[in-house]
């Protein structure tokens, strides 16, 4: 992924997560479409959708073709690389010593299927073969111990 592509997904925001999820969902879609789409879960007007999807092409994670006098909106990245850029842009943020913690809460607190949970049990059985008994602090300059 491009370091455009990635300070790109950093900078969206929750309205355009939600008109990138329709956008990842329908694989493309016209924009009369795609605004009547966003109007059934938001009441937002059409001004504010156009200005969010010219954002998302300026940010290039939207491409758009014009069809005659409609315009063809398709995604240029897929939403598991932008969900998996923001959840590492996000652990990047995070004590190295507290992500354990947090990703044991967001298991606790996701709705997963039964295949989500083999998948992590297996990943987890493979990662326990070389985890460390310890994660340093990554908080403080020379590995100094935070609480």
Same mark, same amino acid.
């Given at each position: 992924?491009s370091? %455009?592509?990635?300070?790109?997904?950093?900078?969206?925001?929750p309205s355009e997560? +939600?008109?990138m999820r329709? #956008?990842w969902?329908?694989?493309?879609l016209?924009?009369r479409? *795609?605004?009547?789409?966003? !109007? &059934?879960k938001?009441?937002?007007?059409d001004?504010t959708?156009?200005?969010?999807l010219r954002?998302? #092409?300026?940010k290039?994670l939207? @491409?758009?073709?014009? @069809?005659?006098?409609?315009?063809l909106?398709t &995604?240029?990245?897929?939403?598991t690389?932008?969900m998996n850029g923001?959840a590492? !842009?996000?652990?990047d943020?995070? $004590?190295a010593m507290k992500k354990?913690?947090?990703? *044991?809460n967001?298991? @606790?607190h =996701? +709705?997963?299927? !039964?295949t989500d949970? !083999?998948?992590? @049990? &297996? &990943? *987890?059985t493979?990662?326990?073969k070389t %985890?460390p008994? +310890? =994660?340093?602090c990554d $908080?403080?300059?020379?590995n100094?111990? $935070? +609480?």
């Amino acid at each position: 992924m491009s370091e %455009a592509i990635q300070n790109s997904i950093e900078e969206i925001t929750p309205s355009e997560w +939600e008109l990138m999820r329709i #956008v990842w969902t329908k694989g493309q879609l016209y924009s009369r479409e *795609l605004i009547d789409l966003m !109007q &059934a879960k938001r009441s937002w007007s059409d001004s504010t959708i156009k200005t969010l999807l010219r954002r998302l #092409v300026k940010k290039g994670l939207l @491409q758009t073709e014009k @069809q005659d006098r409609r315009f063809l909106y398709t &995604a240029t990245i897929s939403e598991t690389e932008a969900m998996n850029g923001s959840a590492e !842009q996000l652990f990047d943020h995070l $004590c190295a010593m507290k992500k354990g913690e947090t990703l *044991l809460n967001l298991i @606790q607190h =996701v +709705e997963l299927t !039964q295949t989500d949970i !083999q998948k992590l @049990q &297996a &990943a *987890l059985t493979e990662k326990a073969k070389t %985890a460390p008994t +310890e =994660v340093a602090c990554d $908080c403080l300059p020379n590995n100094a111990n $935070c +609480e």
